[in-house]
């Protein structure tokens, strides 16, 4: 398969389905869509017109925001599919350049156009040498992913070659210097941080062992990859590679749709990916494992996330779609097993994990609410046993997510249906009242009001 056949992404009408307003009384028909596999979609876009009401849906929890043929989750079954691909396969027997290949493309790659494609990214790792003069502008004390939205952001003002969203041509050399260019970005963000020079990438090196190579040689030494961390970490961007509309990839596709250029859409992606409920979650969970520090605080840390009047949750716990288990998950924790075992590293909090997993699992709190270990709970104590600093955590998952940021961009782009991304809402405020004059209005104490407007009252 070549990257001009991707599969056309289509969504027949197969039913219909009515929404009928009791009280004033009104009834609409909409069409039903069919998914490939999954839920169906009532297609509402002829709502408003008909009805002149929105929806009414925070978090898009219910909303299909787009149609999409990239990845597929089941999260009753617990399945992940990139492209048909089940994770599990993936993760054993893929690489990583593969699966940005077929996240891109649409298929695997047979052997020519894996080492073309392998050749064409290789291409790109370099950074323009300007870039590199850019990171003194930071504080060395900068968190990576601060670093990350700015270098990435940034990456439109140096390559002015690849802006133009409209030309397939720019669209993808953008995405393979993207793709490229990360774990440079990454890895450069955490050696300024400890004042080493900036190493350049080899491109003899596979895509996991440059970014090793980048981040952890001097050059005072020769460095020795280890193969096994190699083959980590080429895991961990594997199952990090996409997960379909998540806030990250929706902000990508959002900030896409007004026609922004490529490298400020995936910096907005890293922006949102920073949060501690999405992938800032890998970096929470091993302070809060360290927080916890001893099984037997285990028991009071359980009840502080069960507490409503308490901001804590167990993190690396939930999901917004996965109702019985994270597939990646379970991945992820046979994987820091065999990596603790292999480096003969003891990390104490492995053990913990384990027993936090197993306490949680069977209290009713999280059975109820269908909270299981998600793909953020054990990857830390893999980052963390090959040498890699808490704040870099969320950046490795930036460079593993690029690829599908990359790849949902794109589908948006040339989607017919796509519009602007503009979400309707129901406004409950003030309604219109006449301007009244500065000494004329009530006696608002200035300090207290602010003070209340930032607190956690509405
Ligand atoms: N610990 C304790 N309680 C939790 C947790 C948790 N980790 N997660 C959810 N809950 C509770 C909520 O308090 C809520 O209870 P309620 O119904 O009594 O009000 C219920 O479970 C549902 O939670 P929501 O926040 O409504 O679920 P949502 O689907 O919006 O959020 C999320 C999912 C953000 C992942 C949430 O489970 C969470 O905050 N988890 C911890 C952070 C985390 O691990 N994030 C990584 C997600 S994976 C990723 O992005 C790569």
Redesign the pocket.
């Known amino acids: 398969m070549t990257k001009n056949d991707t599969p056309k992404l289509e969504s027949k009408v197969v039913d219909a389905a009515t929404i009928d307003r009791k009280k004033t009384k009104g009834q609409w028909e909409m069409d039903v869509r069919a998914a490939s596999v999954g839920p169906d979609v009532v297609d509402i876009r002829k709502f408003y017109g008909q009805s002149k009401m929105f929806t009414y849906d925070p ?1 898009f ?1 219910s909303t299909a925001s787009c149609t999409s043929a990239i990845t597929y989750i089941d999260g009753g079954k617990g399945e992940l599919l990139y492209r048909g691909y089940p994770i599990e396969q993936l993760a054993e027997k893929s690489d990583y350049m593969e699966t940005c290949y077929l996240l891109l493309y649409g298929d695997l790659p047979n052997k020519e156009s894996k080492q073309a494609f392998i050749s064409e990214i290789n291409s790109h790792t370099m950074l323009h040498e300007q870039l590199s003069t850019f990171y003194r502008g930071f504080m060395r004390s900068a968190h990576p992913m601060a670093i990350m939205v700015g270098v990435v952001g940034a990456l439109s003002a140096f390559y002015h070659d690849s802006t133009d969203i409209n030309d397939p041509a720019q669209r993808q050399l953008a995405a393979h210097r993207m793709i490229a260019k990360m774990p440079t970005i990454a890895a450069y963000a955490y050696r300024y941080s400890l004042g080493l020079p900036f190493p350049q990438p080899q491109n003899d090196l596979s895509y996991s062992e440059n970014l090793m190579q980048m981040m952890f040689s001097v050059p005072t030494e020769d460095y020795e990859i280890n193969p096994v961390i190699a083959k980590a970490i080429d895991r961990f961007l594997i199952l ?1 590679a996409d ?1 379909e509309q ?3 990839t929706s902000t990508v596709r959002l900030a896409g749709s007004s026609g922004a250029n490529p490298f400020a859409c995936i910096s907005s992606g890293i922006t949102s ?1 920073w949060g ?7 970096e ?2 091993l302070k809060m494992l360290d927080e916890i520090g001893d099984k037997k605080n285990i028991g009071k840390y359980v009840d502080k ?2 507490d ?1 009047s308490d901001n ?10 996965y109702k019985n288990f ?1 597939p ?1 998950a379970q991945v992820m924790r046979d994987s820091a097993h065999e990596i603790l075992e292999s480096l003969g590293v003891n990390d104490p909090r492995m053990e913990l994990a384990m027993e936090l997993e197993q306490i ?1 699992l069977k209290d009713p ?2 059975i109820e ?3 299981y270990p ?4 054990y990857s830390g104590i893999i980052l963390s046993a090959i040498g890699l600093p808490t704040n870099m955590f969320t950046a490795m ?1 930036a460079i593993g997510r690029t690829v599908g940021w990359l790849s949902h961009w794109k589908e948006m782009l040339v989607d017919p249906d796509q519009k602007i991304g503009r979400p309707r809402q129901l406004y409950v405020g003030e309604t219109r009242r006449d301007y009244t004059a500065v000494n004329k209005r009530g006696g608002r104490k200035d300090g207290a009001s602010w003070s209340r407007f930032w607190s956690n009252k509405r």
Do not use: C, E, I, W
């Not at 998600?374 to 709970?377: A, I, K, P, Q, R």
């Open positions: 978090g929890t990090h997960h998540n806030a990250s990916l501690p409920a999405h992938g800032g979650a890998n929470a969970v996330a069960k409503k804590f949750r167990l993190m690396g716990f939930g999901h917004r779609v994270d990646r949680a709190y999280f609410k269908n909270l998600n793909v953020d709970f998952f």
